[in-house]
């Protein structure tokens, strides 16, 4: 108890301050949704995500890339195949031109995903394939409308988070 006193005295954040103003002062700026948010920053969710994408694979080129993905191809191609794949391409969306987008191996990933999404269990899955199709400017009415119709399959995975970047990524369409 007396560490948490005389810690909350180092702080300035504690009832023992004398001087009642600047204790209100401090209590405002603890209020605001600004400086809480950036206080309280989850740290593991942040290196977790700088480790997930430390883990894919750096393409020098799209052709290594598409070589990559046919290699997935033959070996199968599930959940996990199109989250990498999904991740990659949202990492470098900027280096994609329209004759990248016409390659067979983007429409055959294209088919997978549209094939495959029925077996997500992953809420961000779904986030990233509404993302991706947005970004890449997919235009596959059949595709968007199974994505619609497995999101309100498996309502009972998705986070509000994950609903509102979802509406987002459909009203882009």
């Not at 598409?66 to 033959?74: A, E, G, I, K, P």
């Amino acid at each position: 108890m007396e560490k948490e006193v005389k810690e909350r005295t180092e702080r300035k954040l504690n009832w023992n301050i004398k001087n009642r103003w600047e204790q209100r002062a401090l209590d405002d700026v603890m209020l605001n949704l600004d400086v809480r948010n950036s206080r309280f920053r989850d740290f593991a969710r942040l290196s977790q995500q700088q480790q997930a994408f430390s883990n894919i694979q750096e393409f020098n080129s799209i052709d290594e890339l598409y070589f990559f993905m046919d290699n997935m191809f033959t070996d199968g191609f599930d959940e996990h195949h199109i989250s990498i794949a999904l991740d990659v391409f949202l990492r470098d969306v900027v280096l994609f031109e329209e004759k990248d987008l016409n390659n067979p191996t983007f429409q055959q990933f294209l088919r997978e995903v549209g094939r495959n999404m029925v077996t997500f269990e992953d809420e961000k899955n779904y986030v990233k394939v509404a993302q991706f199709l947005d970004w890449f400017c997919v235009n596959d009415k059949i595709l968007w409308i199974n994505l619609e119709q497995f999101m309100l399959r498996k309502e009972r995975i998705f986070s509000a988070d994950s609903y509102i970047k979802l509406l987002s990524h459909f009203s882009n369409q």
